[in-house]
């Protein structure tokens, strides 16, 4: 069975922080490389970061410094802890296996806004 369970987004001042939380399948996250998505309105889906099932990590350019992403291997679970949010970050955030599964979580919304 596929799930992916995404939450801890919510509205956030410039600046503020975010811890977000997801659970996967066992399917999916079992030894896998395991990645933070997201999409803004009007914008494609894009990959924020990734971390290996040893932990170690890759975050996209715009998100460096500033978001850690983690992993409980024992749980299937996965943590990204985003830090000096932006407006910029907003975003429906979600996360899947890298390269992605066609299943897809519902998501976790997150706004950065004064």
């Known amino acids: 069975q596929m799930q992916l369970v995404e939450s801890g987004g919510g509205l956030v001042q410039p600046g503020g922080s975010l811890r977000l939380s ?17 999409q803004a309105p009007g914008k494609q889906r894009e990959l924020v970061a990734f971390s290996t099932p040893g932990g170690s990590t890759t ?7 500033r978001f850690t992403i983690s992993r409980d291997n024992a749980q299937n679970t996965m943590y990204l802890q985003m830090n000096s949010l932006k407006p910029e970050d907003t975003a429906v955030y979600y996360c899947n ?18």
Do not use: D, E, H, L
């Open 22 to 38: 997801c659970t996967a399948s066992r399917s999916i996250f079992n030894g896998n490389i395991m990645g933070w998505y997201r």
């Open 59 to 65: 975050y996209t350019n715009a998100v460096k410094g």
């Open 97 to 114: 296996r890298y390269p992605s599964t066609a299943y897809w979580g519902q998501g976790t919304q997150v706004t950065v806004s004064s």
